[in-house]
């Protein structure tokens, strides 16, 4: 998404990303205290739009990994519920078995065993009845304590399976709450851009796609990068598959990315899994430096690792910039580097 000098316009749903900038005209300005209105420096707003955008992805990356944990969540509590329902069916097996057997020893007689033999016609036969009926006995204590122990694991799995769903619920609260604040610092962005006379928004946008702000140019070092083979390359030829489609923040493809979806997306093409955030995709691999970068090498971006592309070669990144951008090309260099992770 964003970058030092960074965010254009955005759209991150084009909804909501439309909704971004606007309190941030009237905010910058109060903010700069006494300067008139006509003098508020440029600059300053450029600054305020990076520091929203920078923001805004952040909170992005907090929402894709608060969604992720719900979808994981939703997934183990539906496993618990089946679990739950075929322990359930055992339960009720058992007492059903342990009610046969029941009857069956209650019409046997509960007669003392000493006066049943006095009243029996047959002692012999008593005999071959006292047996089976001590048979009968054990297998019911047998069948009793399986029913203990299965009311026992059923009690325990329902207990798991309500925390699952306190801790799904929590999540959501969480996903909504990140929504909530990259909806707003995209509005306020977007109102900032908007308040900017057209020649400085397209001078703004050219920033965004040159390593400026004291940054290295880095593409005459890294110019030599074999070509990918492999898996990486399979990984390479799926993001330059998806140049030109939407900025969308938390989706991860196809017809819309944001940064770290674009890196999962592509590399799930390769037969690779990916964490959902760029932290975590930072430490999805081995870290080289960045002079060793080949092609499919995450580059991640900011102290926070908020940020992240894939190196494409020719000293050239391919990712997801902000909302409003398309997936592009831009130069590795184009903002901070925080780190280069092989997968």
Not at 96 to 102: H, I, Q, R, T, Y
Not at 157 to 180: C, F, M, N, P, Y
Request: hydrophobic share 40%; with cysteine; glycine share 10%.
């Amino acid at each position: 998404m964003g970058s030092h000098r960074r965010p254009v316009p955005s759209g991150f749903n084009r909804g909501a990303g439309a909704a971004l900038c606007a309190l941030s005209a009237a905010a910058a300005v109060a903010a700069l205290g006494a300067a008139p209105a006509t003098a508020a420096p440029r600059k300053n707003t450029r600054a305020e739009v990076d520091r929203l955008y920078q923001e805004a992805e952040k909170a992005t990356q907090a929402y894709d990994q608060a969604d992720e944990r719900a979808g994981v969540l939703r997934r183990q509590i539906s496993d618990a519920q089946d679990h739950i329902a075929r322990q359930q069916e055992r339960v009720n097996t058992l007492r059903e078995a342990l009610g046969s057997l029941a009857g069956a020893q209650y019409r046997s007689g509960g007669l003392d065993p000493a006066v049943a033999l006095l009243f029996s016609d047959d002692p012999a036969d008593y005999l071959d009845k006292a047996s089976t009926i001590d048979r009968v006995g054990a297998q019911q204590a047998d069948q009793l304590r399986q029913l203990q122990s299965a009311l026992r694991e059923l009690t325990q799995e329902r207990t798991a399976a309500a925390g699952q769903l306190a801790e799904l619920d929590r999540s959501r609260q969480a996903v909504a709450a990140h929504k909530r604040t990259v909806e707003q610092k995209l509005a306020r962005a977007r109102q900032l851009l908007n308040s900017m006379p057209t020649d400085e928004r397209a001078s703004y946008e050219r920033a965004s796609r040159d390593s400026g702000g004291g940054l290295p140019d880095l593409t005459g070092a890294l110019a030599s990068a074999p070509a990918p083979d492999g898996r990486a390359g399979a990984a390479v030829a799926a993001a330059l598959s998806a140049l030109g489609r939407p900025y969308v923040w938390g989706a991860s493809g196809p017809s819309g990315f944001d940064c770290s979806g674009l890196m999962q997306w592509s590399y799930a093409h390769a037969g690779i899994h990916l964490p959902r955030t760029s932290q975590e995709q930072r430490y999805a691999g081995r870290q080289i430096p960045l002079s060793q970068a080949r092609p499919g090498d995450l580059v991640v971006y900011r102290s926070d690792a908020s940020h992240v592309g894939m190196y494409v070669g020719n000293g050239q990144v391919v990712h997801a910039p902000y909302p409003g951008a398309p997936v592009r090309y831009d130069p590795v260099g184009m903002m901070p580097i925080a780190s280069v992770t092989r997968p």
